[in-house]
């Protein structure tokens, strides 16, 4: 309140001091040149606006060299004319104008709560509807004639050429839509359930990848399952990595996935109970993995799949491509707010990459990991969630870690059958 009143005193003294220059000085019509319509050289800065103005001026009949306005100068003059009779008439409401956009807005701002930014960029999570993906009607059914898989291919190779980024935003869709699968019900899979579920929390930014798809998936007949499953592959293939066959005919899923699992796997150890707590980093509750697993969440998730350990760590070098939004470089008054809008601060963060050369699929993931295991990292080079570095503390899991540090070709055909297992999910 007090800030209010501030503001209303400003403005009033503003209001005052403005009045008083402004008798003495108003003479704003004369300034403006098109007015001047007398003066041979009108000078006009924008060049489309001169060249506009000139092409109107014409000499008098008579002979004389005194250009005669054009229609448009002859209404400009007459409103300048009007103006500087009337402009004592205009001065309150001008001046109320100035000052409070120029003054108020500032100490407006100061008085509330800083602006929040709408993210992800969409329609809001709650409210699903029955009819079709809720934010627009974009989102077309396969036509079963087009281009087809090599279509597809081709023009998601050709779009991470031009933006290497896209291939980890495309990883990550095929992955998000393929196992949000609750095995208890049956419900789920790689059925392009994603597009349904794009305002979860879970899934923040994949409208982007999705976006870039959509003509990719108009074009080339596929049911949208296939296109991510597809685009998946491709996105790995075109950065480098194995070229991954992927079986077609997957149907669209007509609504979104369970977010739940009707039953949560694996149990909260009790044995690490510190400060009255539970350590149930071993639970998987969602049907996408939070990053905050431990190495039995991990397993405890994957392995309703039926993924080995292998596997699990071959399908984890996916984070061998991409990036990650982090909180660095958020402003303060975002971060001051945090709370349960945190998601809402995270597109002003940067995006840290996994690894040091986050647009080629290779299995410098694992290298960075062992060295991250063996505190020899240099800071910057690689930055893991705690579900990354699970991989390389536990020593079973470790185990596959270094050897697909050790062999690429091995990295690459396991992840093949994993990605393959992956995109079959209740397929
Ligand atoms: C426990 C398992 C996993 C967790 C907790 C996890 C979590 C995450 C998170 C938090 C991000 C950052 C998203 C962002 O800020 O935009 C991310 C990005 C990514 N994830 Fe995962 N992920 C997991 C497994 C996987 C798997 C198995 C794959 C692929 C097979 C994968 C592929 C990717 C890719 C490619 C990106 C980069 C996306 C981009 O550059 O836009 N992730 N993941």
Redesign the pocket.
Known sequence: MPRFKAAWLLLFGCTVLEAYRSSMSLNWCAEQPVCDYRRPHVRIEQPGFRRRIRGRMTLADDGGDKPQPSPLQEVSSRACRDSSMDRRTLLLPALFFACSSSLLRPLEALAQPPRTVMWPPFAPTSGYSRDGPPWGRKFRAPTGTGTGEQGVRRAVSDLVSKDY?T???L??L??HDA?SRDTESGEGGANGSILWELGRQEN??LYG?VDVLEPIHSMGGLSWADTIAVA?SQ?VTSSGGPYIQVQLGREDAKVPDPQNLTRPVGKCDEALVAGGGRDCRGVAEKT????G?NSDG?RN?FGRFGFSDEEVVA?????T??????LLGVPKECLRNLGDRWLEC?PLGE?LP?TKD?DSFTNSYYKYLLLWYDRSITPGDAHF?P?DVVIVVDDAFRRHVQAFADDEKLFFRT?EK??TR?VSIGA
Do not use: E, V
């Not at 996408?288 to 990053?291: H, Q, T, V």
């Not at 491509?321 to 982090?326: Q, V």
């Open positions: 980024k291939a980890g935003a990883l990550r095929a992955f196992i923040y930014g990848a998946g996105a996408i993995p939070g990053a697993l991990l998730f399908l984890m070098g996916g984070h491509i991409g990036r990650f939004s982090s995270l995006r996994f986050p969630l579900s992840f994993a990605y992956l």
